[in-house]
């Protein structure tokens, strides 16, 4: 059996995935897979990854007809793969050498189902450390004690796919895929869903991924109508959370995520005009379709400014266009589409 599938979506990032590229052949292994997907490129990423394949041990190349985004993309993948442990890199970021060896041996010293990691963010020629927000290292534990408390950043928050490592098992529980179509944060619901139905994890002090940030192309960057694809995915973690057995106790801590980034969200000035006002449009039907208890809770308990701005939002009047359905069909303007657009929160693919 392969002991390792590293799963890789590319779009449009030439730049930077040969970068991505030799740091996997530093740390290729003969029980290793690299499923490299390429996301319908119409950049050079095609002839790259087919090189790629004869030069990278285990390199398998899987071209995508349409794009679909990072989500799908890493789906595609995970349908691929067939290792006993599963990780991720997005195609413009880069390794460490030897860096997926040590990490076989920790998840397989420590037997659990998840190992988060720390990673190196990296903007421009500045680096810094990131950590996971997760307190004991190298304790296996119950991951949805990690979720709270309410108030403070947990490891629900640290939302990175890449930054870890996955035993199958999680995969054939049907824990492991991705929110098809979401093109930004789908994430989220993928690391709620992890820490409230795996049964074991552990964080790490590691550090071996080098995640960019500031890439141009990024969507983060670019901000047109995919970026409001957080509330799609909000949605989901609420709803989800509400039918936990435990949901009186995890609710609040999603509703007062949800309200954090709609409001980070809001005094951004990187979107379009019209994308402004759909997510103002968007943002206030989200609002009113949280529970109202749990939201008065977290609004009461934000700093007064974001306090203030969101309960606004929340009077203002309904707008029937703005719902999720009416969102998920949003047209990806044709200019932002051929942007090339890195990443839904950066480093993959649409």
Known sequence: MVKLSVIVPFYNVQSYAPEALRSLRANAHPDFEFILVDDASSDGIPDILERATAELPGAVHIRHARNGGLATARNTGLDRASGEYITFLDGDDWLAPGYYPELVSVIERLGCDFVRTDHVSCTGRSRTLARVPHGRRGAVMAPRDAILPTDRTTSVDYAYAWAGIYHRRLL???????????????????????????????????????????????????????????????????????????????????????????????????????????????????????????????LDAMDPERSARLRRLRRRPADRDATPQAQQQDPVPATAAAAGTAGAAKGGTV
């Open 172 to 298: 054939d529980d049907g824990l492991l895929h991705f929110p098809d179509g979401l093109r930004t944060a789908e994430d989220r619901p993928w690391i709620w869903r992890l820490h409230r139905r795996a049964r074991s994890f552990a964080a790490v002090g590691l550090l071996g991924v080098f995640y960019r940030r500031g890439v141009a192309s990024s969507l983060t960057q670019i901000g047109d109508v995919r970026q409001l694809d957080f509330i799609r995915a909000f949605d989901q973690v609420v709803e989800e959370t509400a039918r936990d057995p435990e949901a009186e106790a995890l609710l609040p801590k999603a509703v007062r995520t949800y309200c954090a980034v709609l409001s980070h969200h809001l005094t951004s000035d990187r979107f379009e005009p019209q994308v402004a006002r759909r997510l103002r449009a968007l943002g206030a039907a989200a609002l009113k379709r949280l529970p109202s208890d749990v939201l008065n809770e977290a």
